[in-house]
């Protein structure tokens, strides 16, 4: 299956930004033609969906939760996606993962990655 490892993650305080970064961990190539999907785990809560945005760079999807404060994007040249996260809330705390899918239901057998931690704090 396609690795992807996650950077970009840290301490913020509320209404601050951050901008995180997925990239494949081996083949390039087949990065370039999957579907890419942001999801969040915050402790003692399920993994959920945020955002995710397809090859042709159309139609990005932002779950209620995110939308109008965090910004998909891709760089096919860098072969990286990348989530614009502004105006964080501290509900917005979880360990950010990215993967090949737009949609958990397709994520049961993936090996999730280690993930990148965003902290908002005063």
């Known amino acids: 299956q396609l690795q992807l490892v996650e950077s970009g993650g840290g301490l913020v305080q509320p209404g601050g930004s951050l901008r995180l970064s997925c990239a494949a961990a081996g083949s390039t190539e087949e990065f370039k033609y999957k579907t890419i999907g942001w999801f969040r785990q915050a402790p003692g809560k399920e993994r959920e969906e945020i955002s995710c945005i397809d090859p042709g760079d159309s139609r990005p999807f932002y779950h209620d939760n995110v939308k109008g404060r965090f910004t998909i994007s891709r760089d096919s040249a860098e072969n990286a996606v990348y989530l614009q996260m502004n105006s964080l809330k501290p509900d917005d705390t979880a360990v950010y993962h990215c993967?090949?899918?737009?949609?958990?239901?397709?994520?049961?057998?993936?090996?999730w990655g280690q993930g990148t931690q965003v902290t908002v704090s005063s």
């Open positions: 993967a090949p899918a737009c949609a958990l239901v397709f994520l049961s057998r993936y090996s």
